[in-house]
């Protein structure tokens, strides 16, 4: 018992379900397999006869096709009418006549093997008229007379006669008639038909098919193709097809019938079936005991099923007794959770549920940890929020002030100075207002007018700022300090002589895809070395580009970058330059992710 007790919870599962599922289930599907090979087995047999029986109709359909097809050309009028000694006679006279008359007979014949194209390789005439030159499908009758098949045909004294010849059979009658065929079997089935008088009933000769076996029998006559079917033919006493049993002549027996039947060679059993109209018979050379040893799979899929019901309901009560202690934790890790996490689990087994104990209170001393981090994190935020409104008391000093030394310079004639001081105050206000990421374009347009006021100051009115913004945009969010870091770039970078004057011309217009902002300057432009240098570094920020000297275009990084960050890889930030014609920044952004002013 107490190597039960110190196993897993998965071992001792698996130890329960082998003894009292896997192996109980094994000695069941022994049991089933024996019953169901018993009743397979009956049914290998009807599925068997079923199939020989359909291909042995389907054998026996063929030959009487070629039957009848025999019988149709050899009681055709033109036929009978040619191999007539008297109309021979006639025909004699006219030998052109006689020609023409023979080459519509074999045209037909070819026709007619073509259309119904049984397996028939070629069709031969072979008459007792005497020829006055063999040839041409017309051969003598006299070239039978020796020949084993034909014999056995004069005997029975039949209409019709169907022989199989061999490899040394097919050989003697090509070599005894004259002629050879294209096929590539070297076994032949020979169809033989009389053609006799319409009137009189005596034979004029005989028509004799030579028939493909290959053609005629499917690929389950094929060993080379995996096939295990076998054609005996009684008159020939000779077969084709997969190799039969050593024993066939004795085993066979005269009184088969077209229904199939079953000879037995030893302990092996093989299942035949006779044609209808053909002392042929078609046989089934895989042992029926071959088939039934191969199917197993249906006996031991009912005998698992059988037990599956059986194994669920053991293994569910296995698992309810052993998760007794699981919900038992369960709970109190709930009454836990309700006194704020101050207890802990008892740490009194060694398996899973144990585990999951020992887990568990390891949650319970970081949740613990956390909770600590938490309070002195709100009590650090707390203490920051006052300095923050400690130090708001300081721009609203600097806005006061500035807006005194505004209207004293406005009291004092100083009016230019006057609007450059408010100016650089509402420029302040708006920099250091804390009112989010984004701003109106309008106020942008704004800050941006008071920024040149601001530089005039400086430059003695050289700046000219004009805009090209419709309303409708204008109360669109973009990022904030988007067009101060371009005005400044342009004025430091685009006056370059005292006594030059410098026009920026900023455009704001919608695109299909895109809103384009542009800032325009015709100031002193950039060499393309120098163009080139600013727009790898926009590429490559973390390769300086920087002049140490005055920060040379480090805004324009600044806005490429929170271009890329705010709006993804589709925001484009363009430069096109020329020395001493001005600078052209473009930005494009997408239309898809721009707001409104709530």
Known sequence: MSFFTKRTLVQKICILSLLFLTIPTLFFSFYLYKKQTRELHTQLIHEQGIAIEQTTKTLDNILTSISDLSRDIAYSQPLNNYLGKHYRMGLNKFPVWSEKYLGEIIASIKYSLKYRNLGVNTANIFTTTPLEEEGSYFW???????????QQFQEAESEFGLFYLDAKQTEVFHDTCGYSTSSADKNIILVIQKINTEYQGSCMGYIVFECSPSKIFPTLFRPSQNGNYFAWFQDSQKGYGAEPPQNLEELLNDDADSAPFFINSGKEQYICCMMEHFDIMIMNTQPLTFYSSNRPVFSLSLALASFAVLQFIL??????KSFHQLHTDLNLMDAIIAHGFKEKIPETRSDEIGMIAHRYNILLDKI???IQETVEKETTQTQAQLKALQYQINPHFIYNTLSIFSGYASQHGQEIL??????????????????GLYATIESELRTAVSLINVYNIRYFNQLRLTTDVPESVQKIQIIKFLLQPLLENSILHGLVSPNTSLHIHISIKPLADFMEIQVCDDGDGMSPDRLSEVLYSLEHPSETLLDSSNGTFIGLQNIYRRLKLFYSQRAQLTIESREHHGTTIIIHIPADVIKEES
């Open 418 to 435: 006057a609007e450059s001081i408010a100016s650089f105050g509402q420029i302040l206000r708006y920099n250091i207002k804390n009112d």
């Open 140 to 150: 003598s009758a006299d070239r039978l007379v020796n020949l084993d098949f034909f």
């Open 315 to 320: 293994l569910t009560i296995f698992i309810r």
């Open 368 to 370: 613990n940890s956390l």
